[in-house]
């Protein structure tokens, strides 16, 4: 089985487990005398299996991750590092975006006097650093998803 498989394989199972927790949950109480539409019981159990079901495969990808290596701009990864370094440049990026929104003056003045705020750094650089960080982000989840169709996942 590929890696990117058992990624879909994960994200299937969360979906699932948020959906039998929802269903737990709006089972959790009812009026005295009605009975449940669902078993609380049987969902707890069903919940159970799946949870032990994401956890092995969890593991699985963990393993695989560690021992799996990429290409990323001439340096080697293992996949562990790779997606942490991704989820650093998203992060990075989308703090700038935001310095970005909240530097650009808005334009709903009606008088000359009143208060006119500036930017207090250079919104071209940073606007030039943040493109530059969003795109290395794509190239890189781009490395890391061909990778995971490549990479044979560990037992």
């Keep these: 089985m590929k890696l990117g498989e058992l990624l879909a394989l994960r994200a299937d199972l969360q979906k699932r487990m948020h959906q039998v927790q ?35 495969i969890v593991l699985r990808i963990n393993r695989t991750n560690v021992a799996a290596r990429t290409a990323v701009r001439g340096e080697t990864l293992t996949l562990s590092d790779a997606v942490l370094r991704r989820e650093r440049l998203a992060r990075h990026a989308g703090v700038l975006r935001d310095l970005i929104d909240r530097a650009m003056p808005e334009r709903n003045r009606f008088l000359r006097t009143e208060i006119k705020h500036v930017p207090a750094f250079d919104v071209p650089a940073v606007i030039a650093q943040a493109d530059t960080l969003s795109r290395e982000h794509r190239e890189l989840d781009t490395r890391i998803q061909q990778t995971n169709w490549e990479v044979d996942a560990l037992e």
């Design 22 to 56: 929802k269903r737990l949950l709006d089972n959790a109480t009812l009026q005295e005398g009605d009975a449940p539409t669902v078993d609380p019981a049987a969902l707890l159990n069903q919940y159970r299996d799946l949870a032990g079901e994401h956890e092995a």
